[in-house]
């Protein structure tokens, strides 16, 4: 009966060594498999494919280029004092000292015209001759034949007192060249223009008058 009893025990006994060792492959197993998976990185620090890499950072190197020497130069400069010779005017364009300036007028008009005004301007600007300082000016008003001889007086007395006015705005400093008080002659003095050009037995009466415009005038004129 022992006998029969250690038999039967027998192959429980070694059902459970091989069960245990059955649950030992399994546990093994079990403990090994992430193992496996690692594959090739099991075991090693950074093999092919089995870890990433912290990719390197490049170390910037400073290289730095010796920079040459300043060079310094100098530079010396020479000033040449040139002096200027100023040349003396030129006669051809230096105004020449008046004589005479005539002064037109319209018919039986004593306002002075828009070229008589600038006759009388340039007449005033030829006084900065300095040959001219010290000399008087007079005006002398005159009119042509027709028309009666006192009314043409008056006529003459306005137009050289016509003139006058302007010259007195003008003139910079009336006391180096003093204005004569105005002077009328009506027709006495006519023009020789007038006297050789103009027959009023040959004439029509408008033409005439026109042929006579020079003698109705005031003429402005530098006293020596």
Known sequence: MALKSERRRRPRRVRRSVFA???????????LLPLFRLGP?????????CCTQT????????TTTPRPAPV???VTTTTTSTSTAVPPPDPSTTLPA???????????????PRNGVAEIEAFVARLRDPSTAGKRISV????????????????SERRARAVVAILRG?????????????????SAQPTSETQAKCHRDVMSAGT?????????????????
Request: hydrophobic content about 40%; glycine content about 8%; some cysteine.
């Open 98 to 112: 008046p004589r005479a300036s005539i002064v037109t007028f319209d018919f039986d008009e004593a306002i002075v």
């Open 208 to 224: 005439y008058k026109d042929c006579l415009r020079p003698d109705r005038r005031a003429v402005i004129t530098l006293e020596p």
């Open 170 to 186: 003008r003139l910079s400093d009336p006391l180096r060249n003093p204005l004569e008080p105005p002077v009328g002659v009506a």
């Open 41 to 49: 990185c099991f075991g090693s620090t950074c093999g092919a494919g």
């Open 140 to 155: 002398v008003g005159h009119t042509c034949i027709l028309g009666p001889v006192p009314r043409n007086q008056a006529l």
């Open 55 to 62: 990719p390197s950072v490049p170390v910037a190197t400073s």
């Open 21 to 31: 060792s059955a649950a030992g492959l399994l546990l093994a197993g079990l403990l």
């Open 72 to 74: 310094t130069t100098t």
